[in-house]
């Protein structure tokens, strides 16, 4: 049984409008200008992946919370456990932009980093 899926590609910023087709373990891509759409477009269908955005509490910092977000893509599925694991996360000030505040969260080998830096209050 075939399934297709039509999304639009978000890996340039042409977005072309991909149909994907998945017809057992045979996956295509139509619709893609270039290489990383076909990619893009089997990645979706099969392990779609985010990077997910959140804040976490910063102890004396200028602000109350600190702007973090994944190293890289982490498993679309993942996302409500790894955010579990963001809000029970804190950071201390100072803090530098790409500093670690989460290693390797849930084993997915993926850091939650600051994305921003802070100074103390």
């Known amino acids: 049984m075939k399934d297709v899926k039509n999304i639009i590609c978000i890996s340039c910023p042409l977005g072309c409008h991909l149909t994907v087709t998945v017809d057992g373990d045979d996956v295509t891509v139509e619709g893609n200008t270039c290489k990383n759409g076909e990619k893009y477009g089997i990645e979706e269908v099969t392990n779609p992946k985010r990077v997910i ?48 505040i989460i290693e390797n969260v849930l084993g997915t080998g993926v850091d939650v980093v600051a994305s921003r830096s802070m100074d103390e209050a």
């Open 53 to 100: 955005p959140s804040t976490v509490y910063i102890k004396n910092g200028k602000l109350p919370r600190l702007p973090v977000k994944t190293a890289d893509a982490v498993p679309k599925g993942m996302i409500f456990d790894i955010m579990d694991e963001i809000n029970k996360a804190k950071a201390v000030a100072p803090v530098k932009m790409g500093d670690v």
